[in-house]
């Protein structure tokens, strides 16, 4: 797939639709418990449309102060705020034991972990984005990159993946996947290629905001 304003428009305007759904049909089944989650269908729908904007600032067709703004509210979303909704929502909605209550709880706190210094360095730093590649390559200066992202990707696909609940484990197991294979190719431009399948793979929070709720386990004493 060819990256662009233009596919990240019809991408986000189509996800953020069924975030809106996902919020609306979670209500509508009286799961309050689910609307964290659920709304990250609607949360990344918006990142990309944002970052239809970024795309139109590194063509020179956004002024400065506007591209800007998009590069910013793109990293916010994408690095800050992802590896503390995603764990979050699922420590939620969850349904499960007591010891992977408290891994979930875990995965929670190392979310944090990461989001503060990624928080701060957006803060501190401009956030610049250049075009490789039919992809976008966004610079920020964070330290410990390496270790961020290990961190980032063990707090959201991890909590995904822990959460008892198939659906959400399938959506952990894509999202994984998809970030190894954008590691392989598009290793500069990572975080936006990822973001744009994590938004792509959203869609099975559909079914999930109204599906049977798993069978409780037992607590552990």
Not at 65 to 89: K, Y
Request: hydrophobic share 55%; with cysteine.
């Amino acid at each position: 797939m060819c990256w662009s304003a233009q596919a990240d428009l019809v991408v986000g305007s189509a996800v953020t639709a069924v975030g809106v759904l996902c919020l609306v049909r979670a209500h509508r089944a009286g799961r309050p418990e689910r609307l964290p989650l659920a709304a990250l269908p609607l949360v990344l729908g918006v990142h990309q449309l944002i970052e239809a904007a970024v795309w139109l600032g590194s063509d020179g067709d956004l002024p400065p102060a506007p591209a800007a703004w998009a590069r910013t509210a793109w990293a916010v979303i994408a690095l800050p705020l992802l590896p503390l909704l995603v764990p979050i929502g699922v420590s939620c909605a969850a349904r499960v034991d007591r010891p992977r209550q408290r891994l979930l709880t875990g995965l929670v706190i190392l979310g944090l972990l990461v989001a503060v210094p990624l928080a701060h360095t957006i803060a501190t730093h401009a956030v610049g984005a250049t075009t490789h590649a039919h992809t976008l390559d966004y610079r920020l200066g964070a330290p410990y990159p390496a270790l961020l992202l290990t961190g980032y990707l063990l707090a959201t696909v991890g909590s995904l993946l822990l959460s008892g609940d198939r659906l959400l484990r399938r959506l952990g197991l894509l999202t994984g996947i998809g970030a190894l294979v954008c590691a392989l190719l598009w290793q500069l431009a990572f975080v936006s290629t990822w973001c744009a399948l994590a938004a792509l793979t959203s869609v099975l929070l559909l079914g999930w905001t109204t599906s049977p709720l798993p069978a409780a386990r037992r607590p552990n004493s």
